[in-house]
């Protein structure tokens, strides 16, 4: 009798395991900071073991870090997801290239070559147009909580999610990492001195910004930046923040840093988002309460994520000037002359649908209001917004 106790008791211990991971976890989601939002959500959630799954679920996610710190925080985050849920979630991740290029992801999620991405939200502009306005643009929202409030407060997130469902995608929600900067092999003072150059963007409407300014433009990922600017394909580049481009050795092939004036580090991606987007069948495939966590969990990330490259960041400026590189800042006239180019562009991309059009009204009336005043009534007058 004794012996047919035993399998009992393990099964018993194992679910008292599970229970404690399980309240754990959810007690270290409701101290993290989320906000009213986030605390009511986590409130609601109730893990019920006998209806949990037995077997590990598990996202493979690709981001588009190709390394340094960005890469190294992504995979620690995902590595954690297994034991916050007790077992029942696991995200396996991938750098950019290691299943598929990085713009092929958006591909890759939609027919199910892969459950998950972590990529640069801009990416989509020639086949969402929207998507221009789901990450900062030039001369656009200028600072990470002006992101927070159009996503979490002014209907933004449920927009991108109905973006994004029309591909069979569930937009999870953005992730902030910081500014952009430019590296170049000449010096970069004023807006005159992009004239002639050839620079690496991101596409979109920071592609076409720099056209507007006289540089010849062309699209890499960021895997392919060092290689060009090694071979003098590319004399300008675009890439995210200090931390990551030292990482990826910019200060090798690049003697020069170029950003705004003091204060205002770049005019033309400022808040570059990143988001978790994953495909609507691995998202339907999870609980309720799973769905919740993983949303909170993104809020945790995107707070991390930006704070750890801040960081790192700090400690790069230092490097950079270690090993030469020399910072230079455009003036408020180079400002006030890439906001005359800028204005035109944000019409043009918002007329390319409707989408477009309602994102970039609800950020448009925001940047006009008392709480912000980037934009006044001179600076888009003759403008006309087409079905918003």
């Known amino acids: ?13 194992t679910q008292q395991k599970l229970k404690t991971k399980r309240r754990s976890f959810l007690q ?45 925080i992504f995979k620690d985050w995902c590595n954690s997801i297994v034991e916050k849920t007790g077992g029942e979630l696991a995200f396996n991740p991938f750098g ?14 939609k027919n199910g070559v892969i459950e998950g991405m972590n990529p640069f939200t801009l990416y989509w502009a020639g086949r969402m147009p929207a998507s221009v306005f789901l990450s900062s643009y030039p001369m656009g929202p200028r600072n990470p909580h002006e992101w927070d409030t159009f996503y979490y407060g002014l209907g933004g997130l449920e927009i991108a999610r109905e973006l994004f469902g029309k591909f069979n995608m569930f937009y999870v929600g953005p992730i902030h990492h910081g500014p952009n900067i430019i590296h170049s092999k000449v010096p970069i003072r004023s807006i005159e001195d992009f004239r002639g150059r050839k620079m690496r963007v991101p596409g979109g409407m920071v592609s076409e910004l720099f056209t507007a300014a006289g540089a010849k433009t062309t699209l890499l990922p960021g ?25 990826l050795g910019f200060h090798q092939v690049t003697k020069f840093i170029s950003m705004g004036p003091a204060g ?26 799973m769905n919740r966590f993983v949303e909170m969990e993104v809020h945790v990330y995107s707070d991390l994520h930006h ?22 800042r455009l003036s408020e006239q180079d400002v006030a ?3 005359k180019l800028a204005v035109p562009l944000w019409y043009k991309w918002a007329n390319k649908d409707q989408e477009a059009a309602r994102v970039f009204k609800i950020q448009l009336d925001y940047m006009m209001s008392g709480s912000l005043g980037y934009v006044t009534p001179e600076m888009i007058k003759g403008q006309k917004l087409k079905g918003a």
């Open 223 to 247: 895997s392919e930046i060092f290689p060009a600017l090694e071979k003098g394909t590319i004399d300008v580049a675009d890439f995210v923040g200090p931390a990551i481009n030292y990482a």
């Open 307 to 328: 704070a750890q490259i801040q960081k790192a960041d700090q400690e790069s400026w230092k490097k950079f000037d270690e090993a030469g590189t020399i910072v230079t």
């Open 96 to 109: 950019a290239k290691d299943v598929v290029g990085d713009f092929q992801l958006f591909d890759a999620v």
């Open 337 to 339: 002359a890439f906001t």
């Open 264 to 289: 205002f580090m770049s005019i033309y991606q400022p808040v570059d988002l990143m988001d978790l987007t994953v495909s609507m069948k691995a998202w339907n495939a999870l609980s309720p309460e």
């Open 28 to 72: 270290r989601t409701m101290t993290t900071g989320l906000g009213v939002t986030a605390v009511a959500a986590a409130s609601n959630l109730s893990f019920n073991i006998r209806t949990a799954k037995a077997e590990t679920t598990t996202w493979r996610i690709q981001t588009s870090w190709p390394g340094g710190i960005g890469l190294q």
């Open 1 to 13: 009798m004794s012996q047919q106790k035993r399998p009992c008791t393990t099964v018993d211990n």
